[in-house]
């Protein structure tokens, strides 16, 4: 079954420092990635995907993921954090056998601290 | 960018009233549109798969009669919570994307909060 892990349920970090947001994926065949954002009482807004290509994916805010496909991992990073950066963050992989659908994981809630 | 638009952002209402909330893709056409359900603190759970001018695909759990999809347009999905109860009460998003792009992100409409009293 295809499925995607966040290990971490919340994320502490002080602003201006390096943030990372975990995801290991388990699909059988190329995935299609995705990381996307949630403020409150909002809907998901699109980061960055890894669809083929640079395994280093640049995406909006300047916020970036990394590939790995040996870890099955596409964690989310950034090099300095801002306060504004607090949000939920779900990583997500495509469903291939239903080319739309996207399986999502339980979320990291990001806090970054002034 | 692609911007959908989900209307209602908030309805309080009382329990037995049916309930309709709409999904609107503004700039590209929709051919699926995902209704999801997002519970506090928790991920999103996707309801159903609708396209257009087909009958939307359930997940498991999901009652087909209790969460009425409709599909009629290329831009427009609605979802109606029929003789809503206070157990009904939750964050509803819609997605959608343009499926000639099969790599393309989905966007997410803001969200509908239903409060049922």
């Known amino acids: 079954a295809q499925s995607v892990a966040q290990p971490e349920d919340q994320v502490n970090v002080a602003e201006g420092n390096p943030l990372t947001v975990k995801c290991t994926y388990s699909?059988?065949?190329?995935?299609?990635l995705f990381w996307y954002v949630q403020y409150p009482n909002r809907g998901l807004q699109f980061l960055l995907k890894?669809?083929?290509?640079?395994?280093l994916v640049k995406g909006s805010y300047g916020f970036e993921a990394e590939f790995n496909k040996s870890q099955t991992s596409f964690h989310l990073k950034k090099p300095s954090a801002l306060v504004s950066d607090s949000a939920l963050y779900f990583c997500?992989?495509?469903?291939?056998?239903?080319?739309?659908?996207?399986?999502f994981g339980t979320g990291t809630r990001l806090q970054v601290f002034p | 960018g692609a911007v959908v638009s989900q209307h209602p952002s908030r309805v309080i209402c009382k329990s037995g009233t049916s309930v309709k909330i709409e999904c609107r893709s503004l700039?590209?056409?929709?051919?699926?549109m995902f209704w999801y359900r997002q519970f506090p603190k928790q991920s999103l759970m996707l309801m159903a798969t609708?396209?257009?001018?087909?009958?939307?695909?359930?997940e498991q759990g999901v009652e087909k009669d209790k969460f009425l999809i409709n599909h009629a347009s290329l831009t427009l999905s609605t979802l109606t919570v029929t003789s809503a109860h206070p157990e009904d009460s939750s964050f509803y998003i819609c997605?959608?994307?343009?499926?000639?792009?099969?790599?393309?992100?989905?966007?997410f409409g803001d969200g509908t909060r239903l409060s049922i009293l």
């Open positions: 997605s959608a994307c343009d499926s000639q792009y099969s790599n393309q992100p989905q966007h």
């Open positions: 700039d590209f056409q929709a051919t699926t």
């Open positions: 699909v059988s065949g190329n995935p299609y």
């Open positions: 609708s396209n257009e001018g087909s009958k939307a695909t359930y």
């Open positions: 890894y669809i083929t290509g640079d395994n």
């Open positions: 997500a992989v495509r469903d291939r056998r239903n080319t739309d659908k996207l399986i």
